[in-house]
């Protein structure tokens, strides 16, 4: 499962980001793992959740990360994303498109769920980035 929570800056999207953190370390029985580009969730997420901080990376990178994270615990089963705009330092549709579908095939592949936010106009979206609000 792939969620998009897309929308302009200040429409909350991380502050929902945040309430799911929350209910998932509740309903979830395994690990629960949020990515960030900076420290700024530190106070706001539960401490039972882990906190990874990665700066400009691009997709690739990103890939390189949920793998190698999941490869070290395979207890994850719950991945959040805080603006993937942000952290991948690329705000081509397109290529945010293709990391969703490789994030769908993974989450089929090891049974973990992804949410994550991104900050841009929804009304923007591809068809292919609309299949996962």
């Not at 929308?7 to 309903?27: C, M, R, S, Y």
């Not at 706001?44 to 906190?51: E, G, K, S, T, V």
């Not at 959040?80 to 095939?105: P, R, T």
Request: charged residues 30%; glycine residues 10%.
């Amino acid at each position: 499962m792939v969620k998009v929570i897309m929308g302009l800056k200040g429409e909350g999207k991380t502050k929902k980001l945040i309430d799911l953190v929350k209910k998932a370390l509740g309903e979830e029985r395994g690990d629960v793992v949020v990515i960030e580009k900076n420290a700024d969730l530190t106070y706001d997420i539960p401490y039972q959740a882990r906190l990874v901080q990665v700066g400009d990376t691009g997709y690739d990178f990103l890939k390189g990360v949920i793998s190698g994270l999941h490869s070290g615990n395979y207890d994850i089963t719950y991945i959040f994303i805080d603006n993937l705009f942000k952290l991948s330092g690329d705000k081509d549709l397109g290529k945010a498109e293709q990391f969703l579908n490789w994030c769908e095939s993974f989450s089929e592949k090891e049974n973990v769920k992804f949410t994550m936010t991104v900050s841009a106009d929804s009304a923007t979206a591809t068809d292919g980035i609309k299949k996962f609000f």
